[in-house]
């Protein structure tokens, strides 16, 4: 801020130049004391200057008795997982009271690196949501796998002199940071020199090893799943991120926790959300809600979805309405069901009545490469048998990203009982990246497919190509239409293209606006209730983390099936102890 501008917001909140514009009669929920304020405030060059009835502005606003709250906050999210780009996310964001979002750019910087920080900051610019970013520590997540790219601590350091950095993203390399590995101890460090806020990924973390967390500076943790996880993170001083995404949903299950007198530990945050369950059933706005059905305070609930995730993050102009702070505000008819009218962003309405009133004319997406680079595979590829009498097999637990751990019994030498009968489907990690295309096999249980075969570039955290099927002629034909689309989700059937959904940003992302996206995945939905059966879960995002070898209790990368609890590899058929 320069001199000048300080000026003129000293004068203005001293009532001795008017302000941009006046809000009158309206009722602010303060979230520092608790209290319900009936009165007037001003807002100046995008900040509010003061509470009080002698404000003069510009222009005036009469809030006719509606509640004032402050602008929500996504406290993790990955823009990525909701396929469309922050231009088209912010769209529906907005219309949910989002008005800032900690992202973490994981899925792109795994693929791209710099590249794909680079864009996804430059993506983010002049929008009616802030994105403040995590910097992504673990390029790639684990030493067992092979992604696109490699960020370092040197590649990393010099973004923390940017504003928009709020620190460094989840550390899932839980093994990196025992062995106290050079690289990652200097991500740490450097993350505490610059005073930032350091994420955990603490899924299947011991007690000690969240002892071993806070004493490295991480403060975070998004993954729990049980009541017990979060009460000893909350012991131990982590800010615990309640989850509910499209695949991890945690709510039901850690909100009892919260009370009046813990409650300031505690945010709402989605990790990673398909744009169409955002824009058709909100995301924090409707954790407030439940907290509030729950038993919490209108106060307390919107306290976790603004003030608390703020504090995290060290915000110090988010999370309130109150002079000093971003005019970043909602506007609810009632507090119980908040019901969001209006949404200001700077003291300028974005958002009024179901309609998005900011201005996305101007606002360009940088050049993007394709990144797709598949090896040809044949039939004799995907020959899966066993020459031990036994096969590892993952099996799957819906609505979580945990999974468990299989052991068939089958004849030696015999083929994978694949079928729809045993609800036992082939699966396969192809690495994309173009550097040596090795292709890892295995297993999944508990899908419920009944024919055909998926394939999708979205594969956490590496982003390999995954593929899930019965037939190998189907599987085939998905895994090569990948290459020609430039990534995305392929379902086929009988050897014929049954939907596709193209991923032209990093296999990750669409170029496609919001409306698009939200009708291409309505027709996915539809395609996918002609190979499953059932579906009471996500399948395609519930795919995307079976390549995710930091969350128990077996997993599969490009370099084959990877035992958590032995943290090895193991062979499909690995003889039995």
Do not use: W
Not at 354 to 364: K, Q
Request: proline share 4%; net charge negative.
């Amino acid at each position: 801020m320069k001199k000048e501008q300080l000026t003129s917001l000293i004068d203005a909140a001293l009532c001795n130049e008017p302000c941009d514009t006046v809000f009158i009669n309206g009722q602010i929920l303060n979230v520092f004391s608790g209290e319900i304020l009936s009165t007037a405030f001003g807002v100046k060059d995008g900040q509010i200057i003061g509470f009080g009835e002698d404000y003069v502005g510009t222009s005036t606003v009469d809030l006719q008795g509606a509640y004032v709250v402050p602008g929500l906050m996504d406290a993790h999210i990955h823009i990525e997982s909701t396929l469309a780009t922050p231009k088209e996310f912010s769209k529906a964001a907005t219309a949910h009271g989002i008005t800032s979002v900690i992202m973490d750019p994981h899925e792109i910087g795994n693929v791209l690196g710099t590249k794909g920080l680079d864009f996804m900051m430059e993506a983010s610019k002049n929008l009616p949501v802030d994105f403040h970013m995590m910097l992504p520590s673990c390029v790639p997540a684990t030493i067992h796998e092979t992604s696109g790219a490699v960020l370092s601590a040197k590649d990393l350091a010099p973004y923390y002199a940017q504003e928009e950095v709020s620190g460094l993203a989840e550390v899932m390399d839980l093994m990196g940071v025992k062995e106290k590995r050079d690289d990652l101890l200097a991500k740490l460090l450097d993350a505490q020199h610059a005073k930032k806020t350091l994420d955990g990924h603490g899924a299947g973390l011991t007690p000690m090893d969240n002892n071993l967390y806070r004493v490295v500076g991480i403060s975070t943790d998004h993954e729990c799943t049980t009541l017990a996880e979060a009460k000893d993170r909350l012991e131990k001083g982590f800010y615990v991120h309640i989850r509910e995404g499209s695949v991890a949903k945690n709510f039901d299950a850690l909100i009892p926790l919260v009370n009046s007198q813990n409650h300031g530990r505690f945010t709402f945050c989605t990790d990673d959300l398909y744009i169409d369950d955002l824009y058709r059933d909100g995301s924090i706005d409707d954790m407030v809600r439940r907290a509030m059905a729950y038993g919490l305070s209108p106060v307390e609930a919107i306290r976790m979805a603004t003030l608390n995730p703020a504090t995290c993050y060290g915000l110090k102009k988010k999370g309130a309405v109150a002079p000093g702070y971003d005019a970043d505000f909602l506007v609810v008819d009632t507090l119980e069901d908040l019901r969001i009218s209006r949404v200001y962003k700077g003291g300028r309405l974005t958002f009024a009545e179901g309609v998005n009133h900011f201005s996305y004319e101007d606002h360009r997406l940088p050049p993007m490469e394709n990144t797709i680079s598949l090896p040809r595979l044949t039939k004799e590829d995907l020959v899966i048998k066993s020459t031990t009498g036994v096969l590892h097999a993952i099996e799957i637990i819906p609505n979580s990203l945990l999974t468990n751990h299989v052991i068939l019994a089958v004849d030696e030498n015999a083929l994978a009982p694949v079928g729809s009968d045993e609800d036992l489907a082939k699966l396969f990690v192809i690495e994309r990246h173009g550097n040596h295309g090795k292709v890892g096999k295995g297993l999944a249980k508990g899908f419920g497919l009944m024919d055909g075969a998926v394939a999708t570039t979205i594969a956490h955290d590496s982003h390999n190509l995954v593929a899930l099927g019965l037939k190998d002629e189907d599987l085939l034909l998905a895994m090569n239409r990948m290459e020609e689309i430039g990534g995305g989700i392929v379902l086929v059937k009988d050897q014929k293209i049954l939907f596709e959904l193209p991923l032209d940003i990093a296999g990750l992302m669409s170029s496609a606006s919001m409306e698009v996206i939200i009708a291409q995945l309505a027709s996915l939905h539809k395609a996918e209730a002609l190979l499953f059966k059932h579906l009471t879960f996500n399948p395609f995002l519930t795919l995307s983390f079976l390549t995710l070898p930091v969350i128990p209790a077996l997993k599969i990368t490009d370099q084959g099936l990877f035992d958590l609890s032995k943290q090895a590899f193991i062979a499909i058929d690995e003889a039995l102890e």
